[in-house]
Every structure is written in structure tokens, then in C-alpha cells.
């Protein structure tokens, strides 16, 4: 069954991420070069390096201080967090950091290949294609009462990781 935008949207919306855009795609089995991995491994990394601008949505991941700092120095990705692709790379999807955003693994990346899955057989498909690099549901992305300490800690220590590597 082919879905439409609207019924596409109520679907993305069951799955808790009524906030997360979707793009149309006609998926097209794409070869994969033999040599991919070492591609996607160093796209990925670059990919990991230039989340020093997004500390805002990083903030509103609960990471601890270790884990922020492990994830921005490209040492050890977080449990529960992973780097999706916007475009399957088997789908002719470039292996770039252009086509890769983040996000928790459980429930969003979870519910994002159900939600693939679930348009099997389909001509035109819908595929989860945030609008930032890392996806954090606008739902969980507010802050409460107790001011943003935790934001302005985490811009001081991603600003001191950006001098380091030269990237003011």
C-alpha cells in the first residue's frame, strides 16, 4: 500500500515523533562499492567532529560529562545513541556526513526502520529526514524549571574543544 504525506505523517506521529519531517523517495537498489566500510567509518567521524555546533540538541540528550566529552573527542559513541543516514547507502544514499544524523537508538532509530519497513513493496516511500543534525523530539526538548546550567556547561566544554582543534 502506498501511503500518502498525510497518512505518512500519522504514522511517524504513532511512533512518537510527530515533530520529524519526511521526505519522498523512490528507493532504486544502488551498488555498493567493495570498499565502503572504510568510507562510511571515516564519514562517520567526520560527521561525529562537527557536532561542535549542535551542543543544544547534545544537552537535551542526558549524556553525562564523560560521555559528551568522549562523543565530541570522537573516542566512544554513548549507549543508546547512533548515526543514521538520511538515504541508505544501498539506495544510492551518499556515504557523507551530509546524509547521517543522530539519535537515540531506542525508541527513535527503532521506530524509524519500523516505520521503513512498514512501507515494504512501495513505489514512493517516506524516510525520516530531520531537519538538524541530531534528531531530539520536540516533546523531550524543552527545558524545565531549573534553568540551563547543563546547556552552558556542555557550550563551555564543546567552545574549549573547538579552540583545540581550531575551529573558532
Known amino acids: 500500500m502506498e501511503w500518502t504525506k498525510t497518512s505518512a505523517e500519522q504514522r511517524i506521529a504513532a511512533l512518537g515523533m510527530d515533530d520529524?519531517?519526511?521526505?519522498?523517495?523512490?528507493?532504486?537498489?544502488?551498488?555498493?562499492?567493495?570498499?565502503?566500510?572504510?568510507?562510511?567509518?571515516?564519514?562517520?567521524?567526520?560527521?561525529?567532529?562537527?557536532?561542535?555546533?549542535?551542543?543544544?540538541?547534545i544537552a537535551f540528550l542526558g549524556l553525562s560529562q564523560t560521555e559528551f566529552t568522549d562523543l565530541l573527542m570522537g573516542r566512544r559513541m554513548p549507549v543508546n545513541l547512533c548515526v543514521r543516514t538520511r538515504v541508505p547507502i544501498t539506495w544510492g544514499g551518499a556515504i557523507d556526513p551530509s546524509n547521517m544524523f543522530m539519535c537515540r537508538t531506542f525508541p527513535h532509530s527503532h521506530n524509524m526502520d519500523r516505520f521503513i519497513i512498514e512501507q515494504n513493496g512501495a513505489k514512493q516511500i517516506w524516510l525520516p529526514n530531520p531537519v538538524k543534525k541530531i534528531y531530539v523530539p520536540a516533546h523531550t526538548a524543552s527545558g524545565g524549571t531549573g534553568g540551563n546550567a547543563t546547556e552552558d556547561r556542555l557550550a563551555q566544554m564543546a567552545a574549549q574543544i573547538a579552540s583545540s582543534r581550531g575551529m573558532e
Not at 520529524?20 to 572504510?38: K, Y
Not at 567532529?49 to 540538541?57: F, G, K, R, V, Y
Open 20 to 57: 520529524m519531517p519526511l521526505m519522498e523517495f523512490t528507493p532504486i537498489s544502488a551498488p555498493v562499492a567493495a570498499d565502503w566500510f572504510p568510507k562510511y567509518r571515516a564519514a562517520r567521524r567526520a560527521f561525529i567532529q562537527s557536532l561542535t555546533d549542535s551542543i543544544e540538541e
